[in-house]
């Protein structure tokens, strides 16, 4: 991303963030329609494994939305709805930066989505069996008794055993040595967009004082939109797949 610099009282020259505007045009420039024209192209063409182009156009899909969410925090200058979609951008950098380093890998990205399945399944029986008489243990019971084979096919079609863990964006950032900036930033994001002491109080004493975070979280959430799709244009071509030009 741009930065502008400026002298400082000792005569050296260090960078300022982006101007907001410059932001806003840098992610309407690069997040046009097109990409869901795209998107469309893709998952039409031929292949014997189609979860590969999944994984991808869920990706960049779920990142023209994000962006989309992030442009609107800024302008409604909602720190909960920012941090929010910069965090999930963040994340949303670490998969991209994950699946593109290898088929096993996308493969693995493409079958943590029957994991979560499972997983929300154990802690649905897990709670059920917890509620002892409680007039809804039995509706539950049945929910799941139902919803147990269809699960059990899907996991054994994507060669998914049920113990396997899910993908903690955490654990693949360390893998991928995006670890201290994952942390940093996923810790900042967090304190904004949960319901921390910070969120809640800090507004009530910064009423009428600058305040730069809006600006910082729309940076950052701008360049990991612009690197994710970035990421994923040169995969796609590497595949010989329509690709996100801009």
């Given at each position: 991303?741009?930065?502008?610099?400026?002298?400082?009282?000792?005569?050296?020259?260090?960078?300022?963030?982006?101007?907001?505007?410059?932001?806003?045009?840098?992610?309407?420039?690069?997040?046009?329609?097109?990409?869901?024209?795209t998107c469309k192209k893709i998952r039409q063409t031929n292949?014997?494994?189609?979860?590969?182009?999944?994984?991808?156009?869920?990706?960049?899909?779920?990142?023209?939305?994000?962006?989309?969410?992030?442009?609107?925090?800024?302008?409604?200058?909602?720190?909960?709805?920012?941090?929010?979609?910069?965090?999930?951008?963040?994340?949303?950098?670490?998969?991209?930066?994950?699946?593109?380093?290898?088929?096993?890998?996308?493969?693995?990205?493409?079958?943590?989505?029957?994991?979560?399945?499972?997983?929300?399944?154990?802690?649905?029986?897990?709670?059920?069996?917890?509620?002892?008489?409680?007039?809804?243990?039995?509706?539950?019971?049945?929910?799941?008794?139902?919803?147990?084979?269809?699960?059990?096919?899907?996991?054994?079609?994507?060669?998914?055993?049920?113990?396997?863990?899910?993908?903690?964006?955490?654990?693949?950032?360390?893998?991928?040595?995006?670890?201290?900036?994952?942390?940093?930033?996923?810790?900042?994001?967090?304190?904004?967009?949960?319901?921390?002491?910070?969120?809640?109080?800090?507004?009530?004493?910064?009423?009428?004082?600058?305040?730069?975070?809006?600006?910082?979280?729309?940076?950052?959430?701008?360049?990991?939109?612009?690197?994710?799709?970035?990421?994923?244009?040169?995969?796609?071509?590497?595949?010989?797949?329509?690709?996100?030009?801009?």
């Amino acid at each position: 991303l741009p930065f502008a610099t400026c002298m400082c009282n000792n005569g050296t020259m260090e960078p300022q963030p982006p101007d907001p505007d410059v932001l806003l045009a840098i992610l309407d420039a690069r997040f046009t329609p097109k990409i869901l024209d795209t998107c469309k192209k893709i998952r039409q063409t031929n292949t014997d494994k189609p979860w590969q182009n999944d994984v991808v156009v869920g990706l960049a899909r779920q990142c023209y939305a994000l962006q989309k969410h992030l442009r609107r925090g800024y302008q409604e200058s909602d720190a909960h709805y920012m941090a929010w979609a910069a965090r999930t951008l963040l994340e949303l950098k670490v998969w991209a930066e994950f699946v593109t380093k290898s088929e096993d890998n996308l493969k693995r990205f493409y079958q943590d989505m029957y994991v979560d399945a499972s997983t929300a399944f154990q802690v649905g029986a897990k709670a059920t069996a917890a509620l002892d008489d409680h007039p809804l243990k039995a509706a539950g019971q049945k929910i799941l008794d139902n919803a147990k084979p269809d699960l059990i096919a899907k996991l054994e079609a994507a060669e998914v055993s049920e113990s396997e863990r899910y993908l903690r964006p955490s654990d693949v950032a360390k893998q991928l040595t995006l670890e201290i900036e994952f942390n940093i930033a996923n810790m900042t994001f967090s304190k904004w967009a949960h319901a921390t002491a910070q969120s809640v109080l800090l507004p009530l004493y910064a009423e009428g004082k600058p305040d730069s975070k809006d600006t910082l979280f729309l940076m950052m959430g701008t360049g990991n939109a612009v690197l994710v799709i970035e990421k994923l244009t040169d995969y796609l071509k590497k595949r010989g797949l329509p690709a996100f030009e801009p």
